[in-house]
């Protein structure tokens, strides 16, 4: 997910365990509690994207590095579990040399937030069809929800009308009201979400803004994780729908097998999603992308096809396993390159040897999984990421 999502989560945390404290707890807790506990919950939910600093650096090619390592090992349980106890110890060193406060009793709430920060972070990460990996080094397989966008505004307009109901200062209001009105001013603008469901989406940020306001504020953390999960469970029926669908299509085809459906909503619209089907015979990867829609009678493929940057028109393609495997063996790159991707593929120009992975590709746009892979040959170093795609054997 994005930053500001993960930060509007972590947000959304801490205010939830500040609302449920008795008041007569508050009272005897140090007047920078509540600031501790935001802190440690919004950078505690940060801090393993901060991965990005190094990725580059952990491979020869710093494209695969950034692949390969960002939801690297920073992403795991057991590295996020560190975390935890480095936001302890930057709490405790600012108590202890900066004296900016005088913790005692509250220590065991600002635990509970640093402990649950990066795991949630996870948790949000694994909706999206990048996937992670958190239970290395037990399992280093991928695990993807493929059921929510990656950037999406239904978090934006679910969570805000808490937070800003909940902020105890004006310039926190006014925060939080901004980042209300970017997400909608996105959705609105871009192009890429329907009219009627920008629509939608402004009525539902009003709707939870107006009917949270005047109930206790226990009340109003049940409604927003209440509404959040139903926003998230509006996504997963149309997961189920599109999944079927494609796996009905599957059924078709005698000579191919699926072997990795993977989905991707469009931004604020669970009737619209984009499709890549990962179909294997025993000579041959077939690739195909299209729009699929769950609920034509709301929304057809083609209203869904005409939304801007996504692709209108479906593509197909076939990758040789043996070529693949071919280059696999000769080329280090592409080794490293078949432990992320989901539906590689591959071609030749005059300037050399490209992969690329469906998944991430878009109509005239160049795809940030779009590698030039270099002519380093076996044997090859360590990768230094001991993940791989599990539908893939090569």
Known sequence: MDNITHSLF??????????SLPETTKRNLAPQTRRALFLASVFGNNLPDLDFLYAPLMHANPQLGNLLHHRGHTHTVPIALLQSLLMLGICAFFQRFLKRFNF????????????????????????NNYGVHPFWPLDNTWKYGDWVFVLEPWAWATLTPFLFLLAPTKKGKTFYASLALLGLTLAWSLGVVPSLMCGVLTAWSLFLLVSIRLIKDRCKVWATWGALGLMLLFFQLGHRAALGILKSESTQASEYRLIDPILSPLPVNPFCWTAVTVEESPTHLRLKKKMVAPFPNLFSTSVCSQLRFF?????EILVSKNELTKLKDRYCDVRDFLQFSRAPFFWRDET???????????????????IKISSQTWPCPDSKAPWFVKTLSF
Do not use: C
Not at 11 to 17: D, F, G, K, R, Y
Not at 106 to 126: C, G, N, T, V
């Open 352 to 370: 050399g040897l490209y992969f690329s992975d469906l998944r991430f590709e878009r109509s005239n746009r160049k795809s940030f999984a779009q």
């Open 104 to 127: 005692e009793k509250e220590w065991k709430y600002i635990f509970w937030m640093a402990f649950l920060a990066p795991l949630s972070h996870i948790a949000l990460d694994f909706l």
């Open 10 to 19: 972590g947000a959304t945390i801490s205010e939830t365990l500040w609302v």
């Open 311 to 315: 692709e209108a028109e479906s593509k």
